[in-house]
């Protein structure tokens, strides 16, 4: 679909945006943690999208802010998705 693939970029627009930034710090440890432990960067960026995107419904859901707390918690816990 159009729409996932828009949202599925817009997403990973995120992720580099804070990879580039060093906004949360967070972001680019786990994204160098994450390579060295030898996943791909492709593969890297698209479980930080995950956590993204888990972030964003959360928000809508709860019509709360962005909680950083648990943001950092879920990059944290990858390669395990914030859903498993």
């Known amino acids: 679909m159009k729409t996932n693939k828009m949202m599925r970029d817009l997403v990973l627009e995120v992720v580099d945006n804070q990879l580039n930034s060093g906004d949360p710090p967070e972001t680019g440890a786990t994204y160098k943690r994450l390579l060295n432990a ?9 479980l930080i999208a995950c956590v993204v995107a888990s972030e964003l419904f959360a928000i809508q859901k709860s019509q709360q802010p962005f909680d950083h707390d648990r943001y950092v918690k879920a990059l944290n816990r990858l390669p395990e998705l914030p859903w498993d």
């Open 38 to 46: 030898g996943i791909q960067e492709q593969e890297v960026k698209r």
